[in-house]
Every structure is written in structure tokens, then in C-alpha cells.
């Protein structure tokens, strides 16, 4: 079998790094992760990163109460760049070649957001993690998600979380809550299900970019996504 998608762009929150701590960056969990991760690189697919920084940001977020909406948005970032890092370590230390590229100018730690480069490291086979969000205020690492894939040209745009899926209502308050095995881009934006924020429902649908959810804890998971043996959730193209 081959692989369904030759280049994918996934989408992590920083929430799934902290595994069950309350904040911070669990070192058994992003190994878990980086172990999926590398599983698919060695099948040749071309992968690329988005990550957000709720894990960090969380942290900080009593002291960020009333501040300017801005001054927090780039803390945020900031928290982004420091799960890039993380995440880096974990792969480079399991033999996977990674780089990362910041939106913000952070020479000493990460390279720029060069949109030629990164698409020369993916085509010769390294991961590339992009840092930072699109480096402005008042855009979510969700949005960042779908303009890096668009810009990337991947062939779907894949949110790890913590459910399996989109459902019909919070699975872990209602237990009637019923799994999506696939749903358009319209139903996921007219009945609000908090797939992504809408600005980056709208540009994945508009640019007709696919999007998969599913769960980055349930083991070979990610293979069987880009392998597309049904696993999540897939909002469709129609």
C-alpha cells in the first residue's frame, strides 16, 4: 500500500504536549508523539508542522489577565517557538532531520519563514516546523495551520487532539454524542463545532484543502490517517 497523501501539514496543540500535567512539556508524550511522527517520515511522506503554545501559555495566562490583546498574542507566539524547540530535540534525537522557521525574527534559535526553503527541505525529506503562528496578532496557530498548508501546497491539513474525531456535540459531557465519519466545510462552519476557527475554515475550503481531525494518543493513528483507512474525522471538499 502506498500512502494516501505525499505531503501533509499537521496541526498540534500545545495541549497535547502537556499530556496529563497541567502545564509544561511532557517529555514521555512528545516522545510518543515524535515515534508516530518519524513512523510516517520513514514511509517518504513529506511533513510539515504547525504547533500552538496553550501548554506554555497556560502557565502565564493568570498574569496575562487584562493585558493588552496584542502584548499576549505575541507571548503566545513566543510559547510556540519554545515547543518548535522541544519538538526539534525529540525528533533529532530519534534520527528524524528537522527544521524549524519562525515568523518572528529569532535568528539565534530558529531560521526565518522562507517559503522556497521550507518547500526544499520537505522535498528533500526533512520536517519542517513552523514557529511563531504568522507572526501577527490576532490569529490563532489554527489559522497558521491553514496558510502554512495552503503555502506549502500539502495535500490535507491534519489536527491532532485529544478526541477522535468531530462529534455532534462535547463527547465528554454528553455521552449521546455522535462521531462525524465526514462532513463538509459548510455544515462544520453553519453548526459552529469548533473544528478550527472559522477564518481557517474558510481559507482551507476556499483554497479546497482538506482537513482531517483525530487523535495524536491512539497508537499508529497518524499512519492510518495518511494512509486514509478511515481514522477521525474528514471534512470534506464537496
Known sequence: MKPAYKRILLKLSGE???????YGINREVIERIVAE????????????????????????????AGMDRATADYM??????????????AMKRTGVDCRVQSAL??????????????????????VVIFAAGIGSPFFTTDTAAALRGVEMSADVVIKATKVDGIYTADPKKDPNAIRYQSLSFDEAISKNLKVMDATALTLCRDQKLPIIVF???????????VFGEGEGTLVRID
Open 215 to 225: 487523535s495524536i494518543f491512539k497508537i499508529g493513528a497518524l499512519k492510518r490517517v
Open 16 to 22: 497535547a504536549l502537556m499530556g496529563d500535567d497541567s
Open 105 to 126: 525574527s529569532l535568528e539565534q534559535v530558529a531560521e526565518p519563514f522562507i517559503r522556497g526553503k521550507a518547500l526544499r527541505y520537505l522535498e528533500d525529506g526533512k
Open 37 to 64: 511522527i518519524k513512523e510516517v517520515v520513514d514511509l517518504g511522506v513529506e511533513v510539515a508542522i504547525v504547533i500552538g503554545g496553550g501548554n506554555i501559555f497556560r502557565g502565564v495566562a493568570p498574569a496575562a
Open 76 to 89: 503566545g507566539m513566543l510559547a510556540t517557538v519554545m515547543n518548535s524547540m522541544a519538538l526539534q530535540d
